[in-house]
């Protein structure tokens, strides 16, 4: 599930500032604040999540993963004009919920409409949900993905927009709007084998996290993902809101759910779960 992508996950970071604006000195609630950064990081990954599920059951079957210990949704393919492309997918995983290799468990439909081949320059997927929640948290909007083609390093670029928003358990909202470009740096010489994929994401985005608080967000040194692991594993992100400015830093590329969280000069270690 792949692909942390970021403004959700910063909204968590804009509530560390609210408490530290109240505090002056010094954040009381430690444990309020790293509740709220696993919550918006989950949200975030979901909506990657999505996509990255999209593009595994496309042509109606996972490709080279073994399915053994977890759950297969139903796949529907419509051909609105009789030809392979546009082609409607239809991902339904139930009412039940159905485990997936990550642990995640998911429940309703994401809804793909795709326009052509993936490796097609200018070809679309839009992405839209009916019911759709993961961990129950429900995702609700609409992910446009564009492919741009290749750059001069020969690397093909996708442009995604989201605009969306994240429902807790709780009932609170999380809304993004983003804009973002992912380059595919690694693996693009196996394209039916996703999980040696890598990744480099730019971009920015804006929008309101679970407290009210608005904010924007741009990726200052880009965001590093691979498939195959389930966070970012580096890059920083610059946050600002009606509060302040904060900086968070992914670190050097290990695969763990670590970030440094830095505000007033500060540096806080953030832990990302969900």
Excluded: H
């Amino acid at each position: 599930m792949k692909t942390l992508k970021f403004s959700l996950v910063l909204a968590a970071f804009f509530s560390f500032i609210f408490f530290t604006s109240c505090e002056k000195d010094s954040v009381t609630n430690t444990d309020e604040v790293t509740a709220d950064a696993e919550d918006v990081a989950a949200s975030e990954d979901m909506f990657d999540d999505a996509f990255d599920q999209a593009e595994i059951y496309e042509n109606g079957a996972q490709k080279s993963v073994d399915t053994a210990d977890y759950c297969m949704p139903t796949i529907t393919i419509e051909y609105p004009e009789g030809t392979p492309y546009p082609r409607v997918v239809t991902i339904d995983y139930g009412t039940d919920g159905c485990k997936g290799r990550n642990g995640a468990v998911r429940k309703g439909k994401i809804i793909v409409t795709v326009s052509g081949y993936f490796l097609e320059t200018g070809s679309k997927r839009v992405v839209t949900f009916e019911n759709f929640s993961v961990n129950d948290y429900q995702i609700m909007g609409t992910k446009t993905v564009t492919n741009m083609g290749q750059n001069d390093a020969g690397n093909w670029v996708r442009k995604i927009e989201v605009d969306g928003k994240v429902v807790t358990p709780e009932g609170k909202e999380i809304t993004r709007v983003s804009t973002r470009e992912r380059e595919w740096i690694e693996g693009a010489n196996t394209p039916f084998f996703f999980w040696d994929d890598v990744f480099s994401i730019t971009g920015r985005a804006s929008g309101v996290n679970r407290k009210g608080i608005a904010y924007t967000a741009e990726i200052t040194k880009p965001l590093i993902k691979a498939r195959n692991c389930r966070w970012i594993q580096e890059g920083t992100i610059s946050i600002t809101t009606e509060n302040g400015t904060a900086s968070l830093d992914y670190g050097d590329g290990t695969c763990d759910n670590v970030a440094i969280l830095t505000i007033n000069g500060e540096e806080r270690e953030i832990k990302f779960g969900w």
